[in-house]
């Protein structure tokens, strides 16, 4: 696949620059067994208010009429993804202008991130479906890099050294069907370090009733790092996770390959505790 990107950038990145810190990159070999997994795979963490919508199984004529009245409520688009049961979305408290746009092939996307980048606005989720992307801005200010079609995760760590080293963070990452990779980097997400780590195994338990995935997890969250991208590979059971340093105390539950009801208990279960979503994939 051709390998196309976007790059974004305004004046004050060399203030960035001096205060970002080192990245560290972790990635076992490539998934050498696959099998069918879906359903719902999300993370929560502690947050306030507690406020937030969500809805599944949508048609975009439906989304769209949600994504009105969320608006008008005072409400935005903080999760997305288009893969899987449908239009899937999460919805919490946020102020000013959102544009979302849906069913554009790559060249199109980009040219619609060039005119929202220069009205302001800065992407918050993209996904793929099929050959059509879509996409949610919001306002945001900093450089932004967008990029897909990278063809490998050794690709993957290069770039995002690189857009790490231009003060630059992770928002959004998909897993496209052919393995190939897209990601966003934007230059306003803060100075913290951030992990991330590709192919780890999420299903199977050891002893402890423990996934390799939930001992990588509750290894960074010791270290107070915070789960914020986690995204299932395509037809098998390994996903690719993460994490920036948020420090201090926080609480933090994730669920993987569930069904509906499974997912519905989930996300209650993550306002009560004082969690809201911060990362969603369905398949």
């Not at 945001?140 to 231009?166: A, L, M, Y």
């Amino acid at each position: 696949m051709t390998v196309r990107t976007m790059l974004r950038s305004t004046t004050g990145l060399a203030a960035a620059l001096a205060t970002v810190v080192a990245v560290t990159l972790a990635g076992p070999a490539a998934p050498a067994q696959a099998a069918p997994w879906d359903g719902f795979t999300a993370s929560c963490s502690t947050a306030s208010p507690v406020l937030e919508y969500w809805a599944t199984g949508k048609s975009w004529a439906q989304f769209d009429a949600l994504a009105t009245t969320h608006f008008n409520a005072g409400r935005r688009v903080a999760q997305f993804d288009i893969e899987g049961n449908g239009i899937t979305a999460v919805w919490q408290p946020g102020t000013g202008t959102e544009r979302i746009r849906w069913n554009h092939d790559w060249d199109e996307f980009l040219a619609l991130d060039s005119t929202y980048f220069a009205q302001g606005l800065r992407l918050v989720d993209i996904d793929r479906d099929g050959d059509d992307w879509a996409g949610v801005w919001r306002p945001g200010s900093g450089g932004q890099f967008v990029r897909s079609g990278i063809p490998s995760w050794k690709d993957f760590e290069n770039e995002n050294t690189v857009q790490f080293n231009r003060g630059r963070r992770l928002v959004d990452v998909v897993i496209e069907d052919d393995d190939d990779i897209a990601a966003v980097w934007r230059g306003d997400q803060g100075t913290a370090a951030e992990v991330y780590q590709y192919g780890i195994p999420a299903t199977g338990v050891d002893e402890n009733n423990m996934s390799e995935f939930d001992r990588v997890n509750a290894r960074n969250k010791r270290r107070g790092y915070d789960l914020k991208i986690l995204k299932t590979h395509p037809n098998d059971s390994y996903v690719m996770a993460v994490w920036r340093h948020r420090g201090g105390s926080f609480g933090q539950s994730d669920t993987r390959y569930q069904r509906l009801e499974s997912f519905e208990t989930f996300e209650a279960n993550c306002r009560s505790a004082g969690r809201m979503i911060t990362t969603i994939d369905v398949k």
